[in-house]
């Protein structure tokens, strides 16, 4: 063991309902998470009573991004204080530089990655339980998604005299995720759409917000896109091979490798798959 950090005893950051679900991302020499405080701590405006007051007042501040160092575990930056989700952040190039781009309870924001300062923020209602990170089409286009009354929405970023602003394209209910990922490809991004009820594999124009096509027979699901084929985990324990585009949807090859949950998202080395549900982990040739 070369180090450890408690975040709950280190920091008093609160757990949320179901704990920490973010991955830390790497940069530099530091490891950068979100660390923060829970949507419940936030009062905004409205009037507080004295015991109240005194709860907001011993909240921890400022440490909703923590970048770490890597060697030691030292606290390198900590910066803003906005309620925190389930979301891992993400790196970005925009415009020729780095950006690492959060997503919040309430808000997406973009940080400078080296010291933690705001380059932007883009606050959105409704708010759902925000669990799937963000998307980036590789230019200058985010994705985001959230269950439950949320929706879908893509921002556009903008460079206006030297400051990125980000500029809301759509925002569409159609496609809702729960706690799986999306696959963004040209102009199109692959997701599935669903959180109590039915969930349908689904296509949306990443420009416009459009529905292209939606696929029945999986159940909530987790997308890898390798060698021109995507491969689908559902969370019924049920995978397959497929090929998509903007037109529709091709299965290849379908059959039952897992068990319910089947939560985790799958892995591919090389040729192999490892595929884990809650009581086993299996790794399969997909040679």
Request: charge should be negative; aromatic fraction near 10%.
């Amino acid at each position: 063991m070369l180090w450890k950090r408690d975040l709950v005893a280190d920091f008093g950051a609160p757990l949320l309902n179901y704990g920490y679900g973010g991955s830390p991302i790497v940069y530099g020499n530091t490891i950068i998470l979100s660390v923060g405080r829970t949507q419940e701590g936030q009062r905004g405006s409205r009037q507080l009573d004295e015991e109240a007051k005194k709860e907001a007042e011993a909240e921890p501040k400022d440490q909703t991004l923590v970048a770490f160092e890597q060697a030691t575990g030292r606290v390198v930056w900590k910066q803003h204080d906005y309620p925190v989700s389930y979301p891992s952040p993400i790196l970005i190039n925009f415009d020729g530089t780095q950006q690492l781009v959060a997503l919040m309870a309430q808000e997406i924001i973009g940080v400078n990655p080296d010291d933690g300062q705001l380059l932007w923020h883009h606050a959105f209602t409704p708010n759902g339980n925000t669990i799937s990170s963000p998307v980036w089409d590789g230019k200058d286009l985010l994705f985001f998604s959230s269950a439950y009354e949320c929706g879908s929405r893509a921002l556009r970023l903008v460079n206006k005299e030297g400051k990125t602003v980000p500029e809301e394209l759509w925002y569409s209910r159609k496609l809702r995720i729960h706690h799986g990922n999306a696959i963004h490809l040209g102009d199109t991004v692959y997701a599935s759409s669903g959180d109590f009820g039915p969930a349908f594999l689904m296509a949306m124009n990443l420009e416009t917000g459009k529905r292209l096509w939606l696929e029945r027979g999986f159940g909530k699901s987790n997308f890898i896109y390798a060698d021109g084929k995507m491969i689908i985990l559902d969370e019924d324990g049920q995978l397959a091979l497929a090929t998509v585009s903007p037109e529709g949807i091709t299965i290849h090859a379908k059959c039952k490798v897992a068990e319910p949950y089947a939560w985790a998202a799958p892995t591919l080395v090389g040729k192999t798959l490892y595929v884990r549900d809650r009581k086993h982990i299996i790794a399969l040739d997909l040679g």
